[in-house]
């Protein structure tokens, strides 16, 4: 019976880690940011899954076509809204948490193109998560990022690489009981959206205060 205990207590502790996400200097190092106030950031989207979808275009026109044949129009508002939410919501979220992270070595991460170094948040995978009414369990959201530190005059060449892998919301949602949802925010795939890129900002600022010490 304890064995048995012990092998159930292990195997969650197993499957807890290995859906963590995780974050690492896959290659160069930071050092250089030693002594930089301000670090410049951009964003790409250029290469970005989303869920089952291979291209942000074929789940954009997929999403639009289908909204627009239930009621014209909401399809393209629709599409206007993800488009808005990565500069209004989920890039400043992805900024804030990391320059609270970064404030004990004196960084500030935000857009200035004057600033020696950039970082170039890469976003390869959003995976916007669903909450399954009737058994009332949900598929969590996340966020897949490559992070390059460059020079800002001389972009073509890379100095470091972060791998910011499965960045998760930071909070749950709420679940449905009996079929009614009990928090529309359960609902809202630009929160937990954005707050996967707010968790992703939180570990990356803290990776980077790590390596310069």
Known sequence: MK?????LIATIFFLSCFNASAQDLKSGELIMLKGAKVVNITYDYGKMEVGKFKTEEEYLKKG???RNAKKPGSGDEWAAKWNAAKTEIC??????????QAEDCGIVLKSDPSAKYTFVVHVTFVEQGVETVVMGTAKSASVNMLVDLIETAAPEKVIATIDMDGAKPKSKPQMSVGGVSVSKTSY???LRISECFESAGKKIGKLVCKQLK
Request: hydrophobic share 35%; charged share 40%.
């Open 3 to 7: 064995k048995t205990g012990f092998l």
């Open 64 to 66: 639009i076509e289908d």
């Open 91 to 100: 890039q400043p979220a992805f900024e804030e948490d990391f320059n609270k």
């Open 188 to 190: 809202d795939a630009t």
